[in-house]
């Protein structure tokens, strides 16, 4: 049984809340509520090292405040917010954001940051548009009034980010065409490019493990996390959710790995209560390609998830490459296709702006944010 301290005890009103704001709403994805617990146990080896600390305003708002002592962002001390969920209320906002700011404070963060659930390597960000769309599993997903409220109470936006989908793949696989043939003709003989499926990735996962933490360390708000944590949140219940005929894996020329691309379907409407209406409750840890793939209606949407490519590589064009031979190898088995989550000043990202500014109409944009928030001026206050 998982050992708890009374900062980390999630009560039973900190799940029976988003069912009270989601109820009825046929988009939204349920929590795992077993996860959850698991990950606020001090058996998670986050907790070595950070603490957190669990807000909960009766059944109308919740918060969790995380703070990583050795965690610095532009020179700054800094904790975060996550599992943020609140009925529209200013005051109950108010209440909360006070008590986790003074929390924050007392452990010596002198800025904020979020939403972010632990780590970049979870959820986090807050979708500022499209509400009516149904998420995909591990987007952002949120009720309209959240970033008002959130603004309201001195939250700025850091970043923001976009999802791209494109709904007209032959139309686009058209126009990457020429840029295509180009690319693979430069790297011919370079770097060898095979399919990545579970059984590939759970084989290197050991290797993964270095080369993810040093691809993305770079990433704002990055947080290492142990090999424990990495092999939990991508190990077998990850990958057996991604496509294996468009994820690759690239190796040079020397075997090793030099690129990798995860693509995984659009799963959400199998997990979502509108999907769920007619079957039994499906988690999200339990999809899997070979089992769910054949279960998804048409337009069938492809994620563009993750990508990774080693920094010696970097400027050999492989994003671009990958990104062509996936819309490319989609053909069969989609018909829509999206970019998944990128931050708005991402290189990667110069291909969508690209095609957009070449006439391509047939994206649909998603936008969220990462937001933050000074603690200095608080400080300077209670000082005077």
């Known amino acids: 049984m998982s050992k708890l301290i009374d900062d980390l005890y999630l009560p039973e009103s900190f799940f029976q809340l988003t069912k009270k704001i989601y109820q009825g709403?046929?988009?939204?994805?349920?929590?795992?509520?077993?996860?959850?617990?698991?990950?606020f146990s001090i058996e998670n080896s986050y907790f070595d090292r950070s603490t957190a600390k669990v807000f909960v305003h009766n059944k109308e708002a919740r918060l969790v405040g995380f703070y990583n002592p050795e965690l610095s962002i532009e020179d700054e001390s800094v904790a975060y917010f996550g599992f943020w969920e609140t009925v529209n209320d200013a005051a109950i906002a108010s209440l909360l954001f006070s008590q986790f700011e003074q929390w924050a404070k007392e452990q010596g963060a002198s800025r904020v940051y979020g939403p972010i659930n632990f780590s970049t390597?979870?959820?986090?960000?807050?979708?500022?548009?499209?509400?009516?769309?149904?998420?995909?599993?591990d987007e952002p997903y949120n009720p309209s009034y959240y970033p008002e409220l959130l603004t309201g109470q001195g939250y700025d936006i850091k970043?923001?980010?976009?999802?791209?989908?494109?709904?007209?793949?032959?139309?686009?696989v058209e126009?990457?065409?020429?840029?295509?043939?180009?690319?693979?003709?430069?790297?011919?003989?370079?770097?060898?490019?095979?399919?990545?499926?579970?059984?590939?990735?759970?084989?290197?996962?050991e290797k993964l493990y270095p080369l993810v933490d040093s691809i993305f360390s770079e990433n704002f708000a990055y947080t290492p996390i142990s090999w424990e944590n990495f092999k939990a949140q991508c190990g077998e219940s990850f990958a057996k959710k991604m496509c294996p005929k468009t994820s690759m894996l690239v190796r040079d020329n020397d075997g090793e790995i030099a690129a990798f691309f995860i693509t995984y379907p659009d799963y959400g409407s199998l997990v979502n209560q509108g999907g769920q209406q007619e079957g039994e409750l499906l988690n999200s840890t339990d999809i899997?390609?070979?089992q769910h793939y054949p279960l998804l209606q048409q337009p069938r949407l492809l994620l563009a998830k993750t990508t990774g490519i080693a920094h010696k590589y970097r400027a050999y064009g492989l994003f671009p490459l990958m990104i062509m031979k996936i819309s490319s190898a989609a053909q069969t088995d989609y018909e829509h296709m999206a970019g998944a989550m990128g931050r708005e000043d991402n290189p990667s990202l110069s291909i969508y702006y690209k095609l957009v500014a070449d006439g391509n109409k047939d994206f649909v944009p998603r936008n969220y944010a990462l937001y933050t928030k000074s603690l200095i001026d608080i400080a300077g206050i209670e000082e005077q």
């Not at 709403?25 to 990950?39: A, L, T, V, Y």
């Open 288 to 290: 899997s390609f070979d």
């Open 175 to 205: 126009q990457l065409a020429p840029s295509f043939e180009m690319m693979k003709k430069k790297l011919d003989g370079v770097f060898h490019f095979e399919p990545l499926n579970e059984k590939v990735w759970l084989e290197n996962l």
């Open 121 to 137: 390597y979870q959820n986090n960000r807050l979708r500022i548009d499209a509400f009516e769309q149904a998420p995909f599993i």
């Open 159 to 172: 970043y923001k980010y976009l999802t791209g989908i494109n709904q007209n793949l032959p139309n686009l």
């Open 25 to 39: 709403d046929p988009n939204w994805i349920p929590e795992n509520e077993e996860k959850i617990r698991n990950q």
